[in-house]
């Protein structure tokens, strides 16, 4: 690929567009409502919001010199040993890791500036929000020759869902990183209490329904379950076990108005009418996650980057486990999302730089990242060292499903439809709207959108 000569304003501002009404996917499954959606960022567990730091492994007379760029300082640890072992192994490379905060859009507003002035970092973690707009714009290097020189094999060794979204136009953009998916949390205390069984994997909604019933208890504060206006975690999940869909293959078309989608989010609401769940205000002001972590909530849906913040909540880390989604009407689904490991386009060092990006994503990387616990590693055969880091917890829930996991559905202008999304959605779990009506506002303006993006 030419060396980039200048950057198309236009792309990157689209690329960046809604970052400020985003938060991460990982730092809760709070209400979108209150956020305006949350940021399907993919594994932003724990995002820092520290200074930028820096940090360089290997010998600093090496003959070349890598800068690498990440945003979570918990995951900074594991970053460093991979550096460390790479530089080992190649003692002519040293690399320099750049810790910039995401928050505030900070970390994409460094990488861009980098980029429109030639000097971005030569590798950096890539989410799935950005990817197509990176590629428009001509600063992500195609990978496929470093995988291929790797020995890696994404058909293979990653779960397919995940590596397709680092696929733009039949070349990889990105290098797998680790990916989350989601399972129930259930306090195990609250469910003693009543003399309630645990669920066990297998279960269905109806089964969720019923446990919910048998724990609910609102005068108390204490509630079955939370039913969160949260796509990725809640109800997408629900719409693909319906039968339904969010985005057509080609991105041109939304599936808000096909009664299978509205199926699949009419029964969260239903949690709501029910009593079963706290209302959508209440979740504003008090989200899930706090209830949880508090006592007051029975079960929660939560995506796997909730892990190190539930084992580390000293009021419910003895007391809680996990079990796989429920079924709905006889179909499992989970939706699956993960950061990728990109190379700028630009970059000096671009062989070492894609070289390193592709090491990466080999075993022994996958490994030093994966016995953390911070996230799950994306090769399959690293997913077991997650699951293996807390031995109490049934954290399977979460790998076990990677392989039948659908892609979160993404655009260049995702971050838009989840806004769109959002507003609308919240007048039905409100009440404001039927979801019929809602769902056909949502359609409108998000098909709109799409068409704008598609000229």
Not at 194 to 209: I, L, N, R, S
Not at 230 to 247: K, P, R, S
Not at 307 to 329: F, Q, R
Not at 332 to 343: F, H, M, P, R, T
Request: hydrophobic share 40%; net charge negative.
């Amino acid at each position: 690929m030419k060396k980039i000569q200048h950057i198309n304003a236009k792309i990157l501002t689209t690329a960046l567009a809604g970052l400020m009404v985003l938060t991460s996917a990982c730092s809760s499954s709070g209400t979108a409502a209150t956020t305006g959606t949350t940021a399907a960022a993919g594994s932003d567990s724990s995002a820092a919001e520290t200074s930028a730091a820096t940090t360089t492994e290997g010998d600093s007379s090496a003959s070349t010199k890598l800068s690498f760029m990440i945003w979570d300082a918990n995951q900074q640890p594991a970053m460093e040993a991979m550096a460390a072992a790479y530089t080992k192994e190649h003692p002519d490379v040293s690399i320099e890791i750049q810790l910039t905060a995401y928050k505030g859009g900070e970390y994409w507003t460094k990488l861009e500036a980098g980029m429109a002035g030639g000097n971005a970092p030569d590798v950096f973690w890539m989410n799935t929000l950005h990817v197509e707009n990176y590629v428009d714009a001509d600063m992500l290097a195609p990978l496929d020759d470093a995988v291929k020189t790797a020995g890696l094999d994404l058909d293979q060794d990653f779960p397919a869902a995940l590596a397709s979204m680092y696929k733009i136009n039949d070349q990889m953009y990105g290098i797998p990183k680790d990916f989350d998916t989601n399972a129930v949390w259930y306090n195990k205390e609250l469910f003693d209490a009543k003399g309630v069984a645990y669920p066990e994997a297998g279960w269905t909604w109806d089964d969720m329904v019923s446990l919910a019933k048998q724990l609910n208890d609102p005068d108390n504060g204490v509630y079955g379950i939370a039913a969160p206006l949260d796509f990725q975690t809640c109800y997408y999940n629900t719409v693909f076990a319906a039968g339904g869909w969010i985005l057509n293959e080609d991105k041109t078309q939304s599936g808000y108005n096909d009664p299978k989608t509205q199926e699949g989010i009419q029964i969260w609401i239903d949690l709501i009418n029910e009593g079963l769940s706290p209302s959508l205000a209440s979740l504003t002001d008090t989200s899930a996650d706090a209830m949880f972590e508090s006592g007051k909530l029975a079960m929660i849906w939560a995506g796997s980057y909730m892990t190190p913040e539930y084992v580390g909540n000293e009021v419910i880390k003895d007391k809680i486990d996990l079990v796989e989604l429920p079924t709905y009407d006889g179909n499992e689904a989970n939706v699956i999302n993960g950061l990728g490991y990109s190379v700028y386009s630009g970059s000096k060092n671009k062989e070492a730089a894609e070289a390193f990006a592709a090491w990466m994503g080999g075993t022994e990387a996958m490994k030093i990242q994966g016995e953390t616990g911070v996230v799950i590693s994306a090769r399959n055969d690293a997913q077991q060292y997650f699951a293996a880091s807390q031995p109490s917890l049934n954290l399977k829930a979460y790998t076990d499903k990677a392989a039948i996991a659908t892609a979160l559905p993404v655009s260049k202008v995702a971050s838009e439809m989840y806004d769109l999304e959002a507003n609308s959605l919240k007048l039905a779990y409100s009440g404001e709207l039927s979801l019929a009506d809602a769902c056909a506002q949502a359609a409108e303006q998000s098909d709109a959108l799409l068409a704008k993006m598609n000229k």
